[in-house]
Each structure stands twice: as C-alpha cells, then as structure tokens.
C-alpha cells in the first residue's frame, strides 16, 4: 500500500500563509506527476496545482499568483505554498501521486483540512 503522509493543515485568517507538504515513496515520487486537490463541503474535488517529474507545473486560475508548487527530489516531497488565503480557499486539501502513461497509477493521501477564518 502506497503511503503519501501530508502535513501543514490548519487554522489561518484571511490574508494569511500556509505550506502544505507530501511526502512519498521515493520509487513513486521520483517518476510521478505530484498534485495538490481540494474538496469543500458540498463540492467535487477540484485540481488546485500539479508538477511534473521534470517541474512543470500548472495551476486552477483561482490560485495563480498565491499558491506555488514545488517538489524536493532530495526529500521526495511535494510542497504547496499559500499565500494570500481567501476564505473560499478552506478545503480538505489532497496529495496525490500520478502516472499515467505505461504502468498507471493514482494514489492519495489522506488529505489535510485547511480553514480560513476570522
């Protein structure tokens, strides 16, 4: 069973920072697209950022210029960074590890709840 362990959920005002991180066996991390997703109460899962195994990214127009996604070869880990939150931004925020050309996959972590709050 593929484990991704996430972190850096938490309680933060509007205008406020967060990092999120995921981190992932290094046999998945090294060759897989790594996203960040997000679920609020009563809505789908939607694609907040993704980067690939050779850095390039992209992100939902709703988080350009105040989230950055970055990844540590060296930590096989994933990192969401946050700035600027909005409190439509608070969501149960997901890991997930995908390849999807040859051997295919798709694994999830358990996801970590972000607020955003006065």
């Known amino acids: 069973q593929v484990q991704l362990v996430e972190s850096g959920g938490g309680l933060v005002q509007p205008g406020g920072s967060l990092r999120l991180s995921c981190a992932a066996p290094?046999?998945?991390?090294?060759?897989?697209?790594m996203g960040w997703y997000r679920q609020a109460p009563g809505k789908q899962r939607e694609l907040v950022a993704a980067?690939?195994?050779?850095?390039?990214?992209n992100y939902a127009d709703s988080v350009k210029g105040r989230f950055t996604i970055s990844r540590d070869s060296g930590k096989n880990t994933v990192f969401l960074q946050m700035y600027t939150l909005k409190p439509e931004d608070a969501a149960v925020y997901y890991c997930?590890?995908?390849?999807?050309?040859?051997?295919?996959?798709?694994?999830w972590g358990q996801g970590t709840q972000v607020t955003v709050s006065s």
């Open positions: 980067i690939g195994s050779a850095g390039s990214t």
């Open positions: 997930n590890a995908a390849k999807t050309t040859g051997l295919k996959y798709s694994y």
């Open positions: 290094r046999s998945i991390f090294s060759i897989a697209t």
